[in-house]
Structure formats: structure tokens, C-alpha cells
């Protein structure tokens, strides 16, 4: 099975832009998790869908938002950027949404907001 | 609020010697507890998890860890490590019961082994 895919893999954008990174999940995954990887705070959970809802959400501001679609691939998206949103966004697929699933991560968008 | 800490940022190791790498958690409820590897500019790996059962888990490329409740710990180790095994480890538990999954991280160890 292809695992789990992100597009872009490098962006680069200016303060005030906003932003898409799209996520394919491992193929019959129904679960989408994001997360957010800095140097200062690690690895942060922004948001969880499951069946195009949204079922869990991390502590980020409202300019975090994500969807996710019939097929299960997912977007997330970053408004009104500011530097502190430069990281490694990681996208993860589970089968289902429970805490015992595995989650498989992809090789993550690397974010730079200058 | 659940944590976990690996309190180790550097473990140093030579090649062919035993590793382990320090992860304890805390949470209420019953903890699942995984390990994934991260290697420079890639996402991450899974290695292993705990659901519940044998304390001891056996992974990916030869790691497993085991889980000790009364010491909330769940440790990594290798009987031998290689070079190639040099990378980032992070610890994190998903905690149990309902059904959202939601991963805490660890900050994570750098870990280095040496020829």
C-alpha cells in the first residue's frame, strides 16, 4: 500500500498570506490527524477528521482550519500567516479514530512565512 | 492533563552496545503508549505500541519496550545498536477510553551511535 502522501512538501510564504497543505491518506484509512512540529514546542495536535467531521480539534487559533473530503483526503489551511507559523506541518492516517490505532504519518510541508 | 516526558534530550551510544531511551507518561486511565523514530527532514515512523497484555512489546528493526505501570515508564531499547540507528525518537500516549485519537508527544531524544 502507498503510504500516506502531503503536498506540497516545501512552501514558502510572506506574513499575511494564507495557505493549503493537502493530505492523501493510506488507502481505506477514514481518519486524517494533523500536527504541527517546531524546534521550541515539538510536536502539537491541531485537529482530527474522521468521515468529513471534525472530531477533535488541539489548542491553535481559529486561523487553523482543516476539512476533509468523501475520498478521506484532507486539507488543512493557515490564514493571515505570522512567522511563528513557520514549521513542519505532519499529516497522519489511523483506519478508524480510536486510541488504539496506529497512526501513520507523511513526510510533512515544510512551512517557512518570512 | 496528560504529559509525557523523555528526559534525555542526547543518548550516546557505541555501535553493537545495548540502548535505551526514557519515556514516562502520565495519565488517567488506562495509557496507550507508542514509540516512533524520526529521521532528518522525514515524518515519522512507527516502531511499536502497547495496547494492554505482555508488558514487553517488540517493534520495527529489532526495538521493543516495556511497559511498567507501577513506574508509568515505557522504555526503548535494542540489544545492539547500529549506526543507522541515529535519529529522533519520540515517545507518546494516546489515552484510553472514547474514541478520539489524539497523540501527546514527547519532546523527544536524539540519539547517536557511534562506529
Known amino acids: 500500500k502507498a503510504g500516506v502522501t502531503q503536498t506540497p512538501r516545501y512552501l514558502i510564504k510572506t506574513r499575511g498570506q494564507q495557505v493549503t497543505l493537502s493530505c492523501s491518506p493510506i488507502?481505506?484509512?477514514?481518519?486524517v490527524s494533523w500536527y504541527q512540529q517546531t524546534p521550541g514546542q515539538g510536536l502539537q495536535f491541531l485537529f482530527e477528521?474522521?468521515?468529513?467531521?471534525?472530531?477533535n480539534k488541539g489548542n491553535f487559533p481559529g486561523r487553523f482550519s482543516g476539512r476533509q473530503f468523501s475520498n478521506s483526503r484532507s486539507e488543512m489551511n493557515v490564514s493571515t500567516l505570522e512567522l511563528g507559523d513557520s514549521a513542519l506541518y505532519l499529516c497522519?492516517?489511523?483506519?478508524?479514530?480510536?486510541?488504539?490505532?496506529?497512526?501513520?504519518f507523511g513526510p510533512g510541508t515544510r512551512l517557512t512565512v518570512l | 492533563a496528560q504529559s509525557v516526558a523523555q528526559p534525555e534530550d542526547q543518548v550516546n551510544v557505541a555501535e553493537g552496545n545495548p540502548l535505551t531511551v526514557k519515556c514516562t507518561y502520565s495519565?488517567?486511565?488506562?495509557?496507550?503508549l507508542f514509540w516512533y523514530v524520526q529521521y532528518p527532514n522525514r515524518g515519522l515512523q512507527f516502531l511499536l505500541k502497547?495496547?494492554?497484555?505482555?508488558?514487553l512489546v517488540k517493534g520495527s528493526y529489532g526495538f521493543e519496550a516495556e511497559f511498567n505501570k507501577s513506574q508509568t515508564s515505557f522504555h526503548l531499547k535494542k540489544p545492539s545498536a547500529l549506526v543507522s540507528d541515529s535519529a529522533l525518537y519520540f515517545c507518546a500516549v494516546n489515552r484510553g477510553g472514547g474514541s478520539q485519537g489524539n497523540l501527546i508527544f514527547g519532546k523527544g531524544t536524539k540519539l547517536s551511535v557511534k562506529p
Open positions: 477528521y474522521f468521515s468529513e467531521t471534525q472530531r
Open positions: 497522519a492516517s489511523s483506519s478508524s479514530s480510536g486510541r488504539k490505532d496506529t497512526q501513520y
Open positions: 495519565v488517567s486511565g488506562n495509557p496507550y
Open positions: 502497547y495496547i494492554t497484555g505482555d508488558n
Open positions: 488507502s481505506g484509512h477514514r481518519s
